[in-house]
């Protein structure tokens, strides 16, 4: 079955969604793997599929002992190659099919078996060395076509309607784009207006955000855009990945670091993960309410930088 962008360096997870010992499923370009963690921090993905009678093997359990999976129906176990295992000792070739990672501190890539046409970045891990992770804000399915996901981090003119409620941006510019290959730097300034004392109280990290600020975006092709923000209670990182589930699933997730200047305000954690949840939500249902992509017939301003994106997918 074709794939999206194939080759291209998709960062599936964050070490931190992965319990000890808990497979967790993904499905990557139609094809679903377990992945799971063991005692030692080893991160290992097997496709879902048992061999013998197609069970899910995500759906049952880690035996610690010897590091296997074991199948829901009928207790077969299997290693990280995907070999039948009997008390923890493989017999013959492997049954199942691995997927190759690539961990890199905290995040996990692949390029789900497809040969590679990036390198896996260096930013992920230069930007947030210095900073705390705060958690995992979202991890979201979305019924949209991977270009219509990536183009909606690209689009600098729907804050004002689609998260209108949410940040009450009166007006925005864009005072930098840069672009080198499949990598870009925009830098973005926002004006906004009171928010109602409803909204502070349902959303305290709006307590954070002042009136007017700057917002500094980082490019890398096609898998992540990445916010920075500095703030006068200290500085934030919000890391938006994607990757395609199939041709009309995305999957979303977002990882937000931070410095904070403060100790206390390390309090407003999960007001911040809550709030940066709030915006992918609304992104999710402006994608998911949209009708088939066509040709526009209105430019806007600031639209180079879609067409910039757009032409990346188109020629890939």
Not at 37 to 48: E, R, V, Y
Not at 170 to 185: C, H, I, P, R
Not at 237 to 263: C, G, N, W
């Given at each position: 079955?074709?794939?999206?962008?194939p080759?291209?360096?998709?960062?599936?997870?964050?070490?931190?969604?992965?319990?000890?010992?808990?497979?967790?499923k993904?499905?990557?370009?139609?094809?679903?793997?377990?992945?799971?963690?063991?005692?030692?921090?080893?991160?290992?993905?097997?496709s879902?599929?048992?061999?013998?009678?197609?069970?899910?093997?995500?759906?049952?359990?880690?035996?610690?002992?010897?590091d296997?999976?074991?199948?829901?129906?009928?207790?077969?176990?299997?290693?990280?190659?995907?070999?039948?295992?009997?008390?923890g000792?493989?017999?013959?070739?492997?049954?199942?099919?691995?997927?190759?990672?690539?961990?890199?501190?905290?995040?996990?890539?692949?390029?789900?078996?497809?040969?590679?046409?990036?390198?896996?970045?260096?930013?992920?891990?230069?930007?947030?060395?210095?900073y705390?992770?705060?958690?995992?804000?979202?991890?979201?399915?979305?019924?949209?076509?991977f270009?219509?996901?990536?183009?909606?981090?690209?689009?600098?003119?729907?804050?004002?309607?689609?998260?209108?409620?949410?940040?009450?941006?009166?007006?925005?510019?864009?005072?930098?784009?840069?672009?080198?290959?499949?990598?870009?730097?925009?830098?973005?300034?926002?004006?906004?207006?009171?928010?109602?004392?409803?909204?502070?109280?349902?959303?305290?990290?709006?307590?954070?955000?002042?009136?007017?600020?700057e917002?500094?975006?980082?490019?890398?092709?096609?898998?992540?855009?990445?916010?920075?923000?500095s703030?006068?209670?200290?500085?934030?990182?919000?890391?938006?990945?994607?990757?395609p589930?199939?041709f009309?699933?995305?999957?979303?997730?977002?990882?937000?670091?931070?410095?904070?200047?403060?100790?206390?305000?390390?309090?407003f954690?999960?007001?911040?993960l809550?709030?940066?949840?709030?915006?992918?939500?609304?992104?999710?249902?402006?994608?998911?309410?949209?009708?088939?992509?066509?040709?526009?017939?209105?430019?806007?301003?600031n639209?180079e930088?879609?067409?910039?994106?757009?032409?990346?997918y188109?020629?890939?």
């Amino acid at each position: 079955m074709n794939s999206v962008l194939p080759g291209a360096p998709w960062l599936i997870a964050h070490r931190s969604m992965l319990g000890i010992n808990q497979p967790y499923k993904l499905t990557l370009n139609h094809q679903d793997y377990v992945l799971w963690q063991t005692t030692k921090g080893k991160i290992k993905a097997l496709s879902n599929v048992c061999p013998h009678q197609q069970a899910p093997l995500s759906n049952g359990w880690i035996c610690p002992d010897h590091d296997v999976i074991v199948c829901p129906f009928h207790t077969l176990t299997f290693n990280d190659q995907g070999q039948l295992c009997r008390d923890g000792k493989p017999e013959g070739r492997p049954l199942v099919n691995s997927l190759e990672l690539i961990v890199k501190d905290d995040f996990i890539w692949t390029y789900g078996g497809h040969e590679p046409r990036l390198p896996i970045p260096e930013l992920h891990q230069q930007l947030v060395s210095d900073y705390e992770f705060v958690g995992v804000a979202v991890s979201r399915a979305i019924q949209g076509d991977f270009l219509s996901n990536v183009l909606i981090n690209y689009d600098y003119n729907h804050q004002n309607g689609t998260h209108r409620d949410v940040l009450r941006i009166k007006d925005n510019y864009v005072s930098l784009f840069e672009q080198d290959g499949y990598q870009a730097t925009v830098i973005q300034g926002l004006n906004r207006t009171d928010n109602s004392w409803q909204e502070l109280v349902g959303n305290p990290a709006l307590l954070l955000l002042p009136k007017k600020y700057e917002i500094h975006l980082d490019y890398e092709f096609p898998s992540t855009t990445v916010v920075r923000t500095s703030l006068p209670t200290g500085n934030l990182i919000q890391m938006h990945l994607l990757y395609p589930e199939s041709f009309d699933v995305t999957r979303t997730i977002v990882l937000v670091f931070a410095q904070f200047k403060y100790s206390f305000l390390k309090a407003f954690s999960s007001a911040i993960l809550k709030g940066v949840a709030l915006v992918v939500e609304q992104d999710a249902a402006a994608i998911e309410m949209s009708y088939p992509r066509q040709i526009p017939k209105i430019r806007l301003p600031n639209e180079e930088i879609l067409a910039y994106a757009e032409r990346l997918y188109r020629d890939w």
